[in-house]
């Protein structure tokens, strides 16, 4: 491997390539919120996008002159170079790249000769006049200039001495680095380290000296190994997005690089504590464009540190790294435990761990446990991702299970009215949790839209008295699952609620021959449970 050079940079380019994603849209407000979070991720630069081609971007550049102030992170506005036939100094947009007011600028070029010709419709030596011209320009004018070199890897193999042209008029214009594309993103981790050895050993040949990065799509499923392949060859400066967002299926995700060229490849690029910050930023961030982190990302995913099988559990007790690449804290998050039918006493014991419970003495708990958790799944019910619901299973076994209110009986029901529009009504009868005192027992009656909201309401009608809090319970989402879609109407439902309460959220599960009964039982053991993490008495 070659070694690193004393600089080494990590490119953020989510608020220009990565809103290119099919259906995310970037406000100005979310670009400047987003770069913030880019800024504490430790990011070297932030391309904020094109100027002067986007409106949008040319307000994000005139306003974070005076709201965005960054601790470490460049700002990088992206542009071309001038077109053909025309003067540098008399290209707009070229203009607009120097009105930006960014330190940096970010060019593409053309270097596939076929692009040159067919989509520029210009000669070769045109396009590197356009190449040389537009970057000393932008030098002359106190810009560090960055040249994206696109489609880069297929123009080398159609043509490596043409390829290899524009690096070098790129860097005897002045350019600092220049990057190259994998823009189509179809090559594989061996096509891009021989490419990248045959241009150097080219590059060495005319005594170009010029920096190199990387800019790396996932159309193959190769992006972030493409550029770590890069790097092995010495490349200094890699390109990505974070979460992987970005056209197609996507750019190389900038938040695995990063963890992966720290904790693996030894290049220190920000210190531990910042790395730690990567699961809530990529978090943070996904929520802003309204498109979460997947849940199976590499490092930050909700599941990246996730065990379901009894066999990995089991091991995991004895020793954590077992089962681990690296310790979850490291990039702040979490070690998991799924429980589900394929779930034997370790999972659990190791869960019970994770909620606070400690069971290592509790050997007939856990039997009992272990064997309720899998007749119910066998019925229907999930607690993979209803980690709520699993704990009152726990509480129960335990003899400590929370009573806050008993319901004598529920009825939900809805007519069609002749103007068409749907009437829901719920009543629901409550006592106290000892179930005897009369003067305990409410009758709560509510209209909804539909009835589970007709439920949802009246339940809280008729708990709120005795427990306030509950309004500040809020149901979040709400997920309905046929299990046994054969039987048509008679089909068992699963319903998955998550819910908010002050300072957290949780899940909960139902399940019943329809969606009514499954969802009663789920929103039942919502507000069960949130009274419960409230610390609430009964009342």
């Given amino acids: 491997m070659t070694a690193p050079h004393p600089r080494f940079d990590l490119y953020d380019t989510t608020l220009r390539d990565g809103s290119q994603q099919e259906g995310l849209t970037l406000s100005v407000a979310d670009k400047l919120a987003v770069a913030r979070l880019l800024d504490e991720l430790g990011v070297t630069y932030i391309e904020g996008g094109w100027p002067g081609a986007v409106p949008r971007d040319t307000e994000f550049f005139a306003r974070a002159r005076t709201e965005l102030t960054l601790r470490g992170a460049r700002l990088a506005a992206f542009g071309a170079t001038r077109k053909a036939g025309r003067a540098v100094t008399e290209d707009p947009q070229v203009q607009a790249l120097l009105d930006s007011a960014a330190p940096t600028v970010t060019l593409v070029a053309k270097s596939h000769i076929r692009h040159v010709t067919g989509a520029l419709r210009t000669t070769g030596e045109e396009n590197l006049a356009m190449v040389r011209e537009t970057v000393a320009h932008l030098v002359a004018h106190g ?74 799509h996932d159309d193959s499923g190769c992006a972030v190994a493409n550029a770590l392949t890069a790097v092995r060859g010495g490349i200094t400066h890699v390109q990505g997005c974070v979460n992987g967002y970005g056209e197609r299926t996507g750019n190389a995700d900038l938040v695995t690089m990063l963890a992966d060229l720290q904790l693996k490849m030894g290049i220190e690029l920000v210190d531990p504590a910042t790395l730690a910050e990567s699961t809530r930023i990529a978090h943070a961030i996904g929520e802003i464009v309204n498109m979460p982190a997947a849940a199976r990302a590499p490092y930050v995913g909700a599941s990246a540190f996730a065990h379901k099988a009894g066999l990995h559990a089991s091991a995991i007790r004895v020793d954590p790294d077992l089962y681990q690449h690296i310790d979850p804290r490291a990039v702040g998050n979490d070690m998991r435990m799924i429980i589900s039918d394929m779930a034997g006493r370790a999972s659990i014991e190791l869960k019970g761990r994770e909620l606070g419970f400690d069971l290592a003495d509790s050997p007939e708990v856990l039997g009992r446990l272990a064997e309720r958790v899998k007749a119910r799944e066998a019925e229907g019910y999930s607690y993979e991702a209803a980690d709520a619901s699993f704990e009152l299973l726990l509480l129960e076994e335990l003899g400590r299970a929370p009573r806050y209110f008993d319901v004598e009986a529920w009825r939900a029901s809805s007519q069609l009215l002749r103007d068409g529009t749907l009437e829901s009504e719920a009543t629901v009868r409550i006592t106290g949790p000892d179930g005897a005192e009369t003067e305990g027992r409410s009758v709560s009656i509510a209209e909804g839209n539909g009835p589970v909201n007709a439920l949802d309401l009246a339940l809280r009608s008729g708990l709120r008295e005795r427990y306030p809090l509950i309004d500040d319970f809020e149901l979040l989402d709400f997920k309905v699952r046929i299990l046994d879609a ?23 599960v139902g399940v019943g021959p329809n969606v009514i009964e499954a969802s ?6 919502a507000f069960t449970y949130g009274l419960y993490a409230a610390g609430a008495e009964p009342a």
């Fill in 486 to 508: 054969h039987r048509g109407t008679d089909a068992t439902t699963r319903v998955l609620v998550r819910t908010a309460a002050p300072g957290r959220e949780f899940h909960t």
């Fill in 143 to 216: 810009r560090e200039v960055f040249v994206d070199a696109e489609h880069f890897f297929d123009g080398f193999r159609a043509d490596p001495a043409y390829a290899t042209s524009v690096v070098v008029a790129a860097s005897e214009a002045g350019a600092e680095a220049v990057v190259l594309c994998d823009t189509n993103g179809g090559m594989l981790p061996h096509d891009v380290a021989e490419i990248v050895a045959d241009l150097r050993a080219r590059l060495d040949a005319t005594g170009t000296t010029v920096r190199l990065g990387a800019h790396t």
């Fill in 520 to 525: 009663w039982e789920a929103i039942a053991a």
